[in-house]
C-alpha cells in the first residue's frame, strides 16, 4: 500500500480546522440555548457566565407549558407550518409535473413568469398582498396567514428540474396504456420524484415553523399568533417586562424541536434531493 505523504497529511488537518471551528461557532449558540434551559434565573445572569448550570432543572419547562395560551401558540404554528407546507408541496408538485412532462400552449412563457418571480424580492410584494388579503376579508385569519405562501416558484423550479432527468418513456407506456394524466402522477411520477419532494417539505415546513415577518403583519389578535410571534411579546404579557432567559430558552428549544426532528427524519432524502443539476440527480 502507498503511505500517503507526511505534507498531506499536514494539509488534511489544516484543512479540518477552519471547517470543525465554523460548525463550533455555528453550533455553539443552539448549545448555549439548550444549557440555559436548565439554569436557574440566578446562573443564567452571572457573570462571568456559566456554561453548565451547578443542577440541571426541568421547572423552566413546566413553566413555560404552564403559561396561558401557550399550547395555542403551539398549535397555531402546526396549522400554519403543516396546512401551508402540504398545499404549497402539493402545488409545486402538480406544476412540477406540468411543466417537465405535458405539452401545452405557452409553456414556456409561463414558465418563465415563474422563475421571474423568484427575482422580485418579497418585500416589495408585501403590500399588494396585504391589501388583497384585506380585501378577501382574511386579516387576522388562518387563510390570510396560510393561502398567500401556497404557491412557490422555487418548489416548482426544484420538481420541474428534477423531473426534467425523467425518462419521458415512462408517461408515454401509461398513456398509450389508457391512463389519464391524475393515474400517471399519482402512480408513476410522485414515486420517482420522492428526494425532492422530501427536500421540499422540510424546506417548506421550516420557513413556516420559523416565520415571524408574516404573521407578524397580518395576524392582530393574541390567540391566533404562531409560537414564534408569541415568544417576541412573551416577556411583555406573561413576565412583566422582564426577561426570563431561562424560561425562553426553554420556549425556544421547544420551538426548535420540531424541525430538528422532521429533518432527522428525512435527512437521507433531504440530501439527495439537494444535488440536482439540469433535472439530473449527482
Known amino acids: 500500500m502507498l503511505k500517503t505523504p507526511l505534507h498531506a497529511k499536514v494539509l488534511r488537518v489544516l484543512a479540518i480546522i477552519?471547517?470543525?471551528?465554523l460548525i463550533v461557532i455555528a453550533l455553539y449558540p443552539m448549545f448555549w440555548m439548550v444549557t440555559t434551559s436548565f439554569k436557574t434565573l440566578e446562573e443564567s445572569l452571572i457573570w462571568p457566565p456559566v456554561i453548565f448550570p451547578e443542577r440541571f432543572i426541568l421547572d423552566n419547562?413546566?413553566?413555560i407549558f404552564q403559561i396561558a395560551n401557550f399550547h395555542r401558540y403551539f398549535s397555531n404554528s402546526v396549522i400554519y407550518a403543516v396546512i401551508g407546507t402540504f398545499l404549497s408541496v402539493l402545488f409545486a408538485t402538480m406544476a412540477g409535473y406540468a411543466f417537465?412532462?405535458?405539452?401545452?400552449?405557452?409553456?414556456?412563457?409561463l414558465f418563465f413568469v415563474v422563475l421571474s418571480v423568484l427575482m422580485i424580492p418579497h418585500q416589495v410584494t408585501l403590500i399588494p398582498i396585504f391589501l388583497i388579503n384585506s380585501w378577501f376579508g382574511w386579516v387576522d385569519t388562518y387563510l390570510g396567514l396560510i393561502i398567500p405562501g401556497v404557491v412557490n416558484a422555487f418548489g416548482i423550479f426544484l420538481i420541474r428540474q428534477f423531473?426534467?432527468?425523467?425518462?419521458?418513456?415512462?408517461?408515454?407506456?401509461a398513456r398509450i396504456d389508457g391512463a389519464r394524466e391524475g393515474r400517471i402522477f399519482a402512480s408513476i411520477f410522485l414515486p420517482v420524484?420522492?428526494?425532492?419532494?422530501?427536500?421540499?417539505?422540510v424546506l417548506e415546513f421550516m420557513h413556516r415553523w420559523n416565520d415571524m415577518f408574516w404573521p407578524l403583519?397580518?395576524?392582530?389578535s393574541a390567540e391566533r399568533r404562531p409560537l414564534t410571534l408569541a415568544l417576541t411579546v412573551l416577556y411583555r404579557s406573561e413576565w412583566a417586562g422582564v426577561v426570563r432567559w431561562p424560561q425562553m430558552a426553554a420556549a425556544m428549544t421547544i420551538?426548535?424541536?420540531p424541525v430538528l426532528i422532521l429533518y432527522a427524519i428525512f435527512q437521507k432524502y433531504f440530501t439527495s434531493g439537494l444535488v440536482v443539476t439540469s433535472g439530473i440527480k449527482g
Open 18 to 21: 477552519p471547517v470543525l471551528l
Open 61 to 63: 419547562y413546566i413553566q
Open 100 to 109: 417537465a412532462k405535458m405539452q401545452f400552449a405557452g409553456k414556456r412563457l
Open 163 to 173: 423531473a426534467m432527468g425523467i425518462p419521458n418513456d415512462l408517461f408515454d407506456a
Open 193 to 201: 420524484v420522492i428526494p425532492p419532494v422530501t427536500t421540499l417539505v
Open 217 to 220: 403583519i397580518i395576524i392582530n
Open 255 to 257: 420551538a426548535a424541536l
